[in-house]
């Protein structure tokens, strides 16, 4: 649900597509670890910065 992202081995574009590169046909992998990651830790924080400060 959350990473719906796939990155492309060969060109290293992002796509919604989960079979193939739509741009060189090259192979997908998921980019992100499928569990907590950094990356979630550092969008957290940014959100609630941001609630903070009344911007939601
Ligand atoms: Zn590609």
């Given at each position: 649900m959350r990473w719906l992202l796939r990155k492309c081995s060969r060109c290293g574009r992002y796509t919604l597509?989960?079979?193939?590169?739509?741009?060189?046909?090259g192979e997908l992998i998921?980019?992100?670890?499928?569990r907590y990651s950094p990356q979630d830790k550092y969008v957290e924080y940014r959100y609630k910065i941001k609630k903070e400060k009344g911007l939601i």
């Open positions: 597509r989960r079979d193939k590169c739509p741009y060189c046909g998921v980019p992100h670890p499928p």
